[in-house]
Structure formats: C-alpha cells, structure tokens
C-alpha cells in the first residue's frame, strides 16, 4: 500500500521559513498531480499549492510570492518552500497526491504536519 510521508513542521518566528517534504513510500505505477493543502482550527481544509507531472504550478492567492512547490519525479517527493511566514500560516499541512498501479488511480493523503508561526 502507497503512502505519503510528511516532514519539516515546526514552530517558526513570523518572517522565518520551512521547507517541508513529502515522499512516497510503496510500491506506486505512476504519480500524477502532487499538491499541499493545509487547515487551521476551525477551519475547512485549503489548496496551498500544486504541480502536475510536467512541472506546471498553482499556488494560492494569500501565498503567491512567499511559497514554492517543486517535486522530483525520481525521487518521488514534493516539496514545498514557505518563505516570509505569517501568523495566519499556523496551520496542519497535508500532502496529497493522485496515484496509481494498473489499473486504477485514487487520491492519497498525508498524516499531515504542523506549521506554528509565532508573532
């Protein structure tokens, strides 16, 4: 069974920056769009960013200029890079990608990490 394995949350002074990462674990046939979505409390899970196979991204309005997403189709890792963090950017972080073996595709998520940004 594939998963996705999250890692580099943690707490971060407001203007500071992570990089998280998530990789692929298991056996997969073929890894389509990857992305990273994230909640805070109380409310209702958000696309931050995304990247198809080829490269193309789409990023969030409030996060546009401050984070970027890459993969490495190789590796099979996406990251993302949170650049100028802001308090409002406290929230879980949840990789998520479309997946498959032969010859069906599913959707997968992440365990999620926390990202704390203190003012």
């Known amino acids: 069974q594939a998963q996705l394995v999250e890692s580099g949350g943690g707490l971060v002074d407001s203007g500071g920056s992570l990089t998280l990462s998530c990789a692929v674990s298991?056996?997969?046939?073929?890894?389509?769009?990857m992305a990273w979505y994230r909640q805070a409390p109380g409310k209702e899970r958000e696309l931050v960013a995304s990247?198809?196979?080829?490269?193309?991204?789409n990023y969030a309005e409030v996060v546009k200029g401050r984070f970027t997403i890459t993969r490495d189709n190789a590796k099979k890792t996406v990251a993302v890079q949170l650049n100028s963090l802001k308090p409002e950017d406290t929230a879980v972080y949840y990789c998520?990608?479309?997946?498959?073996?032969?010859?069906?595709?599913?959707?997968?998520w992440g365990q999620g990490t926390q990202v704390t940004v203190s003012s």
């Open positions: 998520n990608a479309d997946m498959g073996i032969w010859p069906r595709t599913r959707n997968y």
């Open positions: 298991g056996s997969i046939g073929w890894i389509e769009d």
């Open positions: 990247i198809t196979r080829t490269g193309s991204t």
